[in-house]
């Protein structure tokens, strides 16, 4: 076989690698104590940490057995008693060692060979490091091969060929076979021989090369060079890293014995390295020393090292971690990769700004007030409005005549609101210069009709008042009923029994209805009419005067019963005085003649005015017509002088004249005419007028003046209708409903549509 073979030398016998310490001593401050107490930690330029030590109290186990040769300088640590230089040892499980290579030489002159050919015996726990070690040959007629063994007692087997014909072929740092080839590793090689050989000994590159070199080297720390053919020769060691661990067993297996647990530091955790057996021990982020030394893991203070922290101005060191600040007049998280440190506003602005938020709170402030305030002022002028109104004096009356409390009630504002939807457009039923009639709801299911009136005089106050009292007072079947008011509003709201029929005008102008209106029925209304006028004049203490009879205020229910509405002109006449002197007032029309000259108001207008109604039931006729010719515009005028020329019939409505008894109708008419008298003495009193009519529908016959007749019937007319009326007990009476000059002060009720 054409190649030497080569005897192996066991230079390095056992190389017994345990051990420990943690990564970059170097970072390690140097009065950080690395080994066991009075243990020598250093030889040399080498940092020993523990588990490594020169003396048996030192190192955990034999295996990390350092010795410490200080005949040489500086002194040289090597690997238990073995040649194997140590040159550095990290606590990150990494131990660099000088290892010999191997060479076989020739020589021409003698044909002898001059070779070594080592190996690497590694303790269980240590393999060579596979990423950083190389196996590396070098020559130009050269091979060599590895055989090794992995762990768990596997055989391996690899090598290279350099191979080159002259030295030019040879490139500097290029190890890709010519002169020079490395090989990878694998993982858990722990034990190795190394085999160098060439084919021709040399003989064929014998001019430049008569050497070949086989070695396991630190990639990084060795480049290929030519010259390498030569001067290798002399150099004996090259660099090489093994890997280090503690123990052959997992963490797992090694955290159940506490005394043979090699992290002994708090603030360390054991981790399973990449390549070998057992385990190694590290600091927890943000601690840094020894993890095999009980309380080797110290703080670090990253806040020392730019590299550790990114703070932009300030770092504060917290056991563990750290975190960055800002100085003052900066505010934001202060790292430079993030917000960083950022220039808080001046005082100024600060100020600024508070006193902006102060200003937008101050108006909220306002704001509620100005809302609770004004809430208030409401509630306020409700009250000022209730007494304003005659509240006080209303509930005094009222509290003082227990009897009619139950038919007057004074309504809240809150009420009404609620009642007419908040006084929704929907709800009116009526506008007119009076004011506006709302239809309302109340909660007992009433309906009624609400009527906001016209400013009121304030100082009439006490006059309407009374007017409302009397009006509450009133409790016939043919008026309107009054059912109470509200005085909290300016204007006092009145409230009323809602009518759902519309008037008597209606009834009789509305040529459809007009159909409907048979002459009994007017008859009957007429009689209704009368006797409500009848009534009011009667009235036990203080007789009251309508002032606005009309067809318009006399309105009709579902049965067609007639309801007299409107009392806001009415008058109360104290007993004691037959006439008044007043303002005219009342309709165009209706207006009795008499009062228009002398302002003295007495029943007798009223008996006018019902006159004047009662022509219009009969012929159906308007009351002002411009249609007529002047003189007969007015409705009484043109009855008057119709009825002088015997041509009754000729006017009359239709329905009235086809249905009417003419006997009768005449009979009817001459009570209209008495009404019409011009002169208010000579007309009858309602009371009569009620009875004649009365009489003339059951048939009867009543000649105008037998008064013994008269009384009769009053009697029965005052009996049950005017039971609980009017009945001022108090020296009010006398001035209640006086009418002064100015007193035209109005209780405007059209109607309770
Ligand atoms: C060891 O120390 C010497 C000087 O004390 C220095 O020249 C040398 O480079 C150091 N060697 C290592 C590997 O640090
Ligand atoms: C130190 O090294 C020298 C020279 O190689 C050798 O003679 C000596 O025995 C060594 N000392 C120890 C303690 O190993
Ligand atoms: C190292 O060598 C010395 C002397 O040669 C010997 O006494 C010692 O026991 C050896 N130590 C080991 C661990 O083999
Ligand atoms: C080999 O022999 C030659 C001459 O014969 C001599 O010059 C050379 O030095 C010798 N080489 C060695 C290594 O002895
Ligand atoms: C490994 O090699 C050795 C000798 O080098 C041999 O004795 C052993 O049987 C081999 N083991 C295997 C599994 O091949
Ligand atoms: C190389 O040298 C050895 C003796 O040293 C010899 O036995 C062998 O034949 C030589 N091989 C060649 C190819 O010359
Ligand atoms: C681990 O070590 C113990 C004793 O040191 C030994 O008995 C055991 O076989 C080892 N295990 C392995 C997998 O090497
Ligand atoms: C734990 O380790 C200690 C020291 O290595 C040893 O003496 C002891 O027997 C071990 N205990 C167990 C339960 O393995
Ligand atoms: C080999 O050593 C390097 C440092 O030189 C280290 O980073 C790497 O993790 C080691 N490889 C293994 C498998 O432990």
Not at 392 to 421: C, G, H, V, W, Y
């Amino acid at each position: 076989m054409g190649f030497l073979q080569i005897q192996f030398i066991n230079l390095l016998a056992i190389l017994v690698i345990i051990a420990s310490s943690k990564s970059s001593l170097s970072a390690t401050p140097p009065n950080f104590p690395i080994a066991k107490p009075n243990c020598n930690d250093r030889c040399g330029n080498l940092s020993i940490p523990y588990p490594f030590g020169t003396t048996p109290d030192c190192y955990q186990s034999d295996s990390f057995f350092i010795t410490c040769n200080d005949t040489f300088n500086p002194p040289q640590a090597f690997w238990d008693n073995s040649s194997i230089e140590v040159t550095d040892i990290s606590l990150d499980g990494q131990v660099k060692v000088l290892q010999f290579i191997g060479q076989d030489c020739y020589n021409q002159n003698t044909t002898s060979a001059s070779y070594n050919d080592p190996s690497i015996h590694l303790a269980t726990y240590f393999t060579v490091n596979n990423t950083a070690n190389k196996f590396t040959v070098i020559g130009c007629d050269t091979y060599g091969y590895i055989s090794g063994q992995l762990l768990h007692d596997r055989n391996y087997t690899t090598g290279c060929t350099a191979m080159c014909n002259a030295k030019d072929d040879l490139i500097e740092g290029s190890c890709t076979g010519l002169g020079c080839c490395q090989t990878p590793i694998p993982k858990q090689v722990w034990s190795v021989e190394l085999s160098l050989y060439s084919y021709e000994n040399y003989s064929n590159v014998w001019s430049f090369d008569n050497c070949g070199y086989a070695f396991f080297v630190e990639e990084s720390a060795f480049t290929f060079s030519p010259e390498n053919l030569n001067n290798l020769r002399n150099v004996k060691k090259l660099p090489m890293v093994v890997d280090w661990a503690i123990g052959n067993g997992t963490c797992e297996e090694a955290q159940l014995n506490e005394s043979s647990y090699a992290c002994k530091s708090v603030n360390s955790r054991c981790y399973k390295p990449d390549n070998g057996y057992g385990y190694r021990c590290s600091c927890l982020e943000g601690y840094q020393g020894n993890p095999y030394l009980n309380d080797g893991c110290q703080d670090v203070n990253e806040c020392e090292d730019p590299k550790l922290n990114n703070c932009e101005k300030r770092c504060v060191n917290t056991i563990g971690d750290f975190h960055c600040a800002c100085p003052k007049g900066y505010h934001g998280d202060g790292r430079k990769d993030k917000q960083g440190c950022i220039r808080s506003e001046s005082l100024a602005f600060k100020l600024a700004a508070g006193i902006s938020l102060g200003i937008i709170l101050l108006l909220l402030i306002a704001c509620w007030l100005h809302l609770e305030l004004k809430r208030r002022r409401q509630m306020k002028m409700r009250q000022v409005f209730f007494c304003q109104n005659g509240g006080m004096l209303l509930q005094e009356k009222i509290s003082r005549r227990e009897r009619s409390s139950d038919t007057t009630a004074i309504f809240s504002e809150f009420e009404l609101q609620k009642a007419t939807n908040n006084f929704d457009n929907n709800m009116i039923i009526g506008k007119g210069g009076f004011g506006i009639v709302y239809k309302g709801f109340l909660p007992d299911n009433r309906i009624v009709a609400i009527k906001k009136s016209k400013e009121v005089d304030l100082n009439q106050i006490e006059q309407f008042i009374n007017e409302v009292i009397i009006l509450s007072q009133i409790n016939h079947r043919n008026v309107v009923r009054f059912l109470g008011c509200c005085l909290e509003t300016q204007v006092p709201l009145l409230v009323y029994e809602f009518i759902n029929n519309g008037t008597l005008f209606e009834h009789i102008h509305n040529k459809a209805k007009a159909r409907f209106l048979s002459w009994e029925l007017r008859l009957k209304i007429a009689i209704e009419t009368a006797n409500v006028l009848a009534y009011l004049h009667s009235a036990a203490s203080t007789p009251i005067i309508h002032r606005d009879v009309k067809s318009a205020n006399v309105l009709l229910d579902h049965t067609l019963t007639a309801k007299v509405s409107d009392f806001g002109a009415s008058r109360l006449v104290p007993l004691d005085q037959t006439q008044l002197s007043t303002l005219v007032h009342g309709t165009l029309g209706y207006l009795d003649p008499e009062y228009m000259l002398t302002n003295q108001l007495t029943e007798k207008s009223d008996v006018y005015s019902f006159g004047v109604v009662l022509v219009e039931l009969l012929t159906g006729k308007e009351v002002l017509s411009f249609n007529r010719p002047e003189r007969d515009r007015s409705l009484a005028n043109l009855f008057l002088s119709v009825m002088k020329e015997d041509r009754l019939f000729e006017i009359l409505e239709e329905n009235v004249m086809r249905e009417g008894n003419k006997k009768q109708l005449m009979k009817v008419a001459m009570v209209a005419k008495s009404c019409l008298h011009v002169k208010g003495d000579e007309r009858p009193c309602m009371k009569e007028v009620a009875m004649e009519l009365e009489g003339l529908m059951l048939g009867e016959k009543h000649p105008w003046g037998q008064t013994g007749h008269n009384e009769e019937v009053n009697g029965l007319l005052l009996e049950g209708e005017f039971s609980g009326a009017i009945n001022f007990g108090d020296d009010n009476s006398t001035s209640i409903g006086f009418d002064s000059v100015k007193d035209h002060f109005m209780l405007p009720i059209r109607g309770g549509r």
